[in-house]
């Protein structure tokens, strides 16, 4: 039965999604909502482009979970409390996102809304008590007081990490549909909540039914409204997935599998520091930046940062299943695929270059004659 839910549950979050990218497109033009490439220099895209896809995404998700919430009474089951704590956070995040695309708030009152989102789900029982060092230290090593603090560094560290890497077309909406599906795999093995469960598959039906509209070339951005609800929603359900266990692996897994966001978000705090800037500084610093400098397209960065998403994904879970070999031909496999791939990619667009550059030379030729 509970696998019928979950199928359900996929295809309505998904089709919800899709039907919902055209709408929020009417809405961000009707309100303003429009990502401008000539704002500043970061931006990649050349014309305007409508940044209120996130409107779908949350739709999507916040629909998908009242029917499951309709279906638990029906069942005459009791919704989980972390579940409610999860939800009312949620509408906070979507609230100040969607006020963010609309006016731009200032990085201090993002900051506090973020905070107060991770309050409220440490009050409804979504918190990292503690931890366990297996063969080292078996018992729980109990945080205390320390639990409420390292649970909002937590929050605030991915939501931010996933808002800052929606910087390409599809990017952020990818990375978060391969890391909701490296979680589920982790959850499988672990044991987690259903609640947990749920909120998780949804998220990979939200992104996916979104991501038609938003891969290269995009015709819809998420905004901030999706990008931190996103970030916000990998958090929350990677701690209420270590409901059964906080083992050092169970906390390690799921930022391997958020591993890029993260690891772009850290060196872009210590980037900006060295250069004794904000932290909060915008800059063309970025992993994404970084891959177009080099040469690769819009396309060619994201499918190399959904490969390195992947590969990480296929660690946390076979660290997580004790089955390291295994994890390492999954990974290699992979990496050939994304290689092969690499090469047509690369292949045909150094072809329609050259068919490019001939048209041009051609017409010049033709103007000088």
């Not at 996929?10 to 709408?23: A, E, K, T, W």
């Not at 090593?141 to 909002?152: E, K, Q, R």
């Not at 931190?228 to 930022?255: C, D, E, H, R």
């Not at 994404?288 to 590969?311: D, E, M, N, P, W």
């Amino acid at each position: 039965m509970e696998n019928i839910i979950y199928i359900i549950i996929l295809g309505i979050s998904f089709i919800v999604s899709y039907l919902m990218v055209p709408i929020s497109i009417k809405i961000a033009n009707k309100l303003g909502i429009i990502d401008n490439p000539k704002a500043d220099d970061r931006r990649v895209h050349k014309q305007p482009i409508p940044r209120a896809g996130g409107i779908a995404i949350v739709t999507s998700m916040m629909f998908t979970l009242l029917v499951y919430f309709i279906i638990t009474l029906f069942n005459g089951e009791i919704i989980d409390n972390r579940y409610i704590g999860y939800v009312l956070g949620a509408i906070l995040i979507i609230g100040m996102g969607f006020v963010d695309d609309l006016k731009s708030l200032k990085p201090l009152y993002k900051f506090l809304f973020q905070l107060i989102a991770g309050m409220i789900i440490y009050v409804f029982g979504i918190s990292i008590a503690g931890i366990k060092i297996p063969f080292i230290y078996p018992e729980m090593i109990d945080f205390g007081i320390w639990s409420f603090p390292v649970t909002l560094i937590w929050v605030l560290g991915i939501t931010n990490a996933v808002n800052l890497i929606d910087g390409l077309d599809g990017l952020a909406a990818g990375i978060s549909a391969i890391a909701s599906i490296s979680l589920l795999m982790i959850f499988a093995i672990n044991g987690a909540t259903t609640e947990a469960v749920i909120i998780a598959i949804s998220l990979v039906g939200a992104t996916v039914g979104f991501l038609p509209y938003n891969f290269n070339p995009a015709k819809t951005f998420m905004g901030d409204t999706g990008s931190n609800f996103l970030g916000y929603t990998l958090a929350t359900i990677s701690i209420m997935g270590m409901a059964k266990g906080y083992t050092v692996l169970a906390i390690v897994a799921p930022l391997i599998v958020v591993g890029v966001p993260v690891f772009d978000m850290l060196f872009a705090i210590v980037r900006r520091l060295a250069k004794h800037q904000k932290i909060t500084t915008p800059d063309k610093g970025h992993i994404h930046h970084r891959l177009l400098k080099h040469g690769f397209s819009q396309k060619q960065a994201v499918i190399i940062l959904y490969t390195i998403t992947s590969i990480l994904g296929v660690i946390a879970v076979t660290l997580v299943s004790g089955k390291v070999k295994q994890g390492i031909i999954c990974a290699i496999i992979i990496a050939l695929i994304w290689c092969i791939g690499y090469i047509v990619t690369n292949a045909r667009h150094r072809k329609h270059s050259m068919i490019s550059n001939t048209t041009i030379s051609e017409n010049e030729n033709k103007k000088e004659e």
